[in-house]
């Protein structure tokens, strides 16, 4: 009787139920999105994309602006000076990618500098870096279910043609395919679902949520439909998981919750471990392109 | 500029400069780029945990980054290393943010530990990482030549030195150690820049190894330099300065291949 009196009085939290809405859409894009930067092996573009967008967090902070804005408007200036750029060797494309990072973190840092000299609190680093879930407006709902929508959508359009031109882009083009165009549109999504992830998990951790859940789902499915499917389930599963944990977490260290996205990433990571022990007890065929087309 | 007070950070920011200059040299060849952003971050709960059991700051560095090292070569054993690598990223993070909540030095500790802090530094810390730095370049030296053959040729390096494992191993092992000392000055988020900047410049400048090694080193002492007096000048956090200053380092050297390339 009592659990299911703090169920309820859990989900009438208002807090509580916009970090649900927010956090789940999060999960579900970074679902469909990540299956495809890990099989294009694009984690550390993912990861350069989440880190730079802390510098838009920290300005939205700064300017007293809608966060979402923010994390959105600086990974997609990010995804397109990495898309122009087009350099496609993979070991350039790696270096291309560590300096945009750094040079997004360090704006990060001094932004967040003077959030601290102007609104004297100390707490906006850690907002914007490690997420505040239960801090985030009801406002931001309509904008952030837009988002993951507009992503969805774009992910579902460019699955197939962005398949063919990782595998070879001479076939894409024979086939009417604009490659350029659809590696935009990737790049596109993959910085809408980043900074979904950012709102939810804050901007450097976000990397957990894109990356983990697709990549403990593709060690065990066959097929890349289930691995989207598989992959949906975990991350749902660990956000709303990691919401309720952090929320009980108050019982657990009187007058003190422990952080969301510690529980989030931690039951994140222990699916990938999981995902692989099962992984070697039985063995399957790798989904992903085959081995002569990898970057690396 | 120049006061007492100063004299610890412009000492340990030489030693840090020195350091990864040259390591952030094989980080550029061997194109273990993530990894080196990974490891400095994986080594931040160490510092964290430090804080909660009041010990040296630097033990708790080195200690985890042992740890990262060993969680990245375990993780990507058959599996994508850039994803290995990923999840512990995300995983030490999220377990410093954790260790410091609890200690209850939340906000501001984690500001110094995430962007560096050039002004606390101790005299303990300036003996501690001294002896960081020597390691670290003893061990450089001691597997340079395998290191850079393996970069230009695996199977050459395997016929000439032995098991590749082992070497990518102490390799990162050389990575996390030089991070974690640079993690007390220029912050856990913006060590790797300084590893990739002034690295990737030196390239461009010239063919030969060695002498792209010493450039490197001295391209980020510049960088560290100019930081540590812009700092001191603006009072802006030095992390900014070396995110910009090492992404103007790699901006240059790019101009240069390019026009080099339209050149020949």
Same mark, same amino acid.
């Given at each position: 009787?009592?659990?299911?009196?703090?169920?309820?009085?859990?989900?009438?939290?208002?807090?509580?139920?916009?970090?649900?809405?927010?956090?789940?859409?999060?999960?579900?894009?970074?679902?469909?999105?990540?299956?495809?930067?890990?099989?294009?092996?694009?984690?550390?573009?993912?990861?350069?994309?989440?880190?730079?967008?802390?510098?838009?967090?920290?300005?939205?902070?700064?300017?007293?602006?809608?966060?979402?804005?923010?994390?959105?408007?600086?990974?997609?200036?990010?995804?397109?000076?990495?898309?122009?750029?087009?350099?496609?060797?993979?070991?350039?494309?790696?270096?291309?990618?560590?300096?945009?990072?750094?040079?997004?973190?360090?704006?990060?840092?001094?932004?967040?500098?003077?959030?601290?000299?102007?609104?004297?609190?100390?707490?906006?680093?850690?907002?914007?870096?490690?997420?505040?879930?239960?801090?985030?407006?009801?406002?931001?709902?309509?904008?952030?279910?837009?988002?993951?929508?507009?992503?969805?959508?774009?992910?579902?359009?460019?699955?197939?043609?962005?398949?063919?031109?990782?595998?070879?882009?001479?076939?894409?083009?024979?086939?009417?395919?604009?490659?350029?165009?659809?590696?935009?549109?990737?790049?596109?999504?993959?910085?809408?679902?980043?900074?979904?992830?950012?709102?939810?998990?804050?901007?450097?951790?976000?990397?957990?949520?894109?990356?983990?859940?697709?990549?403990?789902?593709?060690?065990?499915?066959?097929?890349?439909?289930?691995?989207?499917?598989?992959?949906?389930?975990?991350?749902?599963?660990?956000?709303?998981?990691?919401?309720?944990?952090?929320?009980?977490?108050?019982?657990?260290?009187?007058?003190?919750?422990?952080?969301?996205?510690?529980?989030?990433?931690?039951?994140?990571?222990?699916?990938?471990?999981?995902?692989?022990?099962?992984?070697?007890?039985?063995?399957?065929?790798?989904?992903?392109?085959?081995?002569?087309?990898?970057?690396? | 500029?120049?006061?007492?007070?100063?004299?610890?950070?412009?000492?340990?920011?030489?030693?840090?400069?020195?350091?990864?200059?040259?390591?952030?040299?094989?980080?550029?060849?061997?194109?273990?780029?993530?990894?080196?952003?990974?490891?400095?971050?994986?080594?931040?709960?160490?510092?964290?945990?430090?804080?909660?059991?009041?010990?040296?700051?630097?033990?708790?560095?080195?200690?985890?980054?042992?740890?990262?090292?060993?969680?990245?070569?375990?993780?990507?054993?058959?599996?994508?290393?850039?994803?290995?690598?990923?999840?512990?990223?995300?995983?030490?993070?999220?377990?410093?943010?954790?260790?410091?909540?609890?200690?209850?030095?939340?906000?501001?500790?984690?500001?110094?530990?995430?962007?560096?802090?050039?002004?606390?530094?101790?005299?303990?810390?300036?003996?501690?990482?001294?002896?960081?730095?020597?390691?670290?370049?003893?061990?450089?030296?001691?597997?340079?030549?395998?290191?850079?053959?393996?970069?230009?040729?695996?199977?050459? @390096?395997? &016929? =000439?030195?032995?098991?590749?494992?082992?070497?990518?191993? +102490?390799? /990162? #092992?050389? *990575?996390? $150690? !030089?991070? %974690?000392?640079?993690?007390?000055?220029?912050?856990?988020?913006?060590?790797?820049?300084?590893?990739?900047?002034? @690295?990737? &410049? =030196?390239?461009?400048?010239?063919?030969?190894?060695?002498? +792209?090694? /010493? #450039?490197? *080193?001295? $391209? !980020?002492? %510049?960088?560290?330099?100019?930081?540590?007096?812009?700092?001191?000048?603006?009072?802006?956090?030095?992390?900014?300065?070396?995110? =910009?200053?090492?992404?103007?380092?790699?901006?240059?050297?790019?101009?240069?291949?390019?026009?080099?390339?339209?050149?020949?």
């Amino acid at each position: 009787m009592s659990v299911l009196l703090s169920a309820v009085e859990f989900l009438h939290n208002e807090p509580v139920r916009v970090a649900l809405i927010v956090g789940g859409g999060a999960a579900l894009v970074c679902a469909v999105v990540g299956v495809a930067t890990v099989m294009q092996r694009q984690s550390f573009a993912g990861h350069a994309l989440a880190d730079v967008s802390s510098a838009g967090g920290s300005a939205a902070y700064l300017l007293g602006l809608n966060p979402l804005l923010g994390f959105l408007g600086l990974a997609a200036a990010a995804a397109g000076v990495m898309e122009w750029s087009e350099i496609r060797e993979a070991r350039e494309r790696d270096l291309l990618t560590g300096v945009v990072l750094g040079a997004g973190l360090g704006l990060a840092a001094l932004l967040l500098y003077f959030a601290s000299t102007v609104h004297s609190a100390s707490g906006a680093a850690v907002a914007v870096l490690f997420g505040s879930m239960f801090t985030i407006p009801a406002a931001v709902v309509p904008l952030a279910l837009a988002v993951a929508l507009t992503a969805l959508t774009v992910s579902a359009l460019v699955h197939r043609p962005l398949l063919v031109s990782a595998l070879s882009v001479d076939l894409a083009r024979a086939q009417g395919i604009r490659v350029r165009a659809v590696s935009l549109a990737h790049a596109l999504a993959l910085a809408l679902a980043v900074s979904l992830a950012a709102m939810t998990v804050g901007a450097i951790l976000s990397t957990a949520l894109l990356i983990g859940p697709a990549a403990a789902a593709l060690r065990v499915a066959r097929r890349p439909a289930a691995a989207v499917a598989l992959a949906a389930a975990i991350g749902l599963g660990a956000t709303w998981g990691g919401i309720y944990l952090a929320y009980e977490s108050f019982y657990w260290t009187p007058g003190r919750g422990w952080p969301v996205s510690f529980f989030i990433v931690a039951l994140v990571f222990a699916a990938y471990l999981t995902a692989g022990a099962l992984a070697v007890r039985w063995p399957r065929r790798a989904v992903g392109l085959p081995s002569g087309c990898e970057a690396h | 500029m120049f006061a007492a007070f100063m004299l610890h950070a412009w000492l340990v920011a030489t030693m840090v400069a020195i350091v990864g200059g040259a390591v952030g040299f094989f980080v550029v060849a061997r194109r273990a780029a993530f990894a080196a952003h990974a490891l400095p971050l994986g080594a931040f709960p160490g510092a964290a945990a430090a804080s909660l059991l009041g010990v040296n700051e630097l033990l708790g560095l080195a200690l985890f980054s042992g740890v990262g090292v060993i969680a990245i070569t375990q993780l990507q054993r058959g599996e994508r290393r850039e994803v290995a690598s990923a999840l512990w990223l995300a995983f030490a993070l999220a377990l410093g943010v954790l260790l410091l909540s609890l200690s209850g030095a939340y906000a501001q500790s984690l500001y110094g530990l995430l962007f560096g802090e050039v002004l606390g530094i101790s005299r303990t810390q300036v003996f501690g990482i001294a002896l960081l730095s020597a390691l670290t370049l003893a061990l450089l030296a001691l597997l340079a030549r395998p290191l850079l053959l393996e970069s230009l040729s695996g199977d050459l @390096a395997a &016929a =000439a030195f032995g098991r590749a494992r082992s070497l990518e191993g +102490a390799f /990162l #092992l050389i *990575v996390a $150690l !030089s991070t %974690a000392m640079a993690v007390p000055v220029v912050g856990a988020l913006l060590v790797f820049s300084l590893m990739v900047g002034p @690295a990737s &410049a =030196a390239r461009a400048y010239t063919n030969r190894p060695w002498r +792209a090694l /010493l #450039l490197s *080193v001295l $391209l !980020s002492m %510049a960088v560290v330099w100019s930081a540590i007096a812009l700092t001191y000048l603006t009072d802006w956090p030095v992390g900014f300065f070396v995110g =910009a200053l090492s992404a103007m380092c790699y901006v240059a050297g790019r101009r240069r291949s390019l026009l080099a390339g339209a050149g020949s």
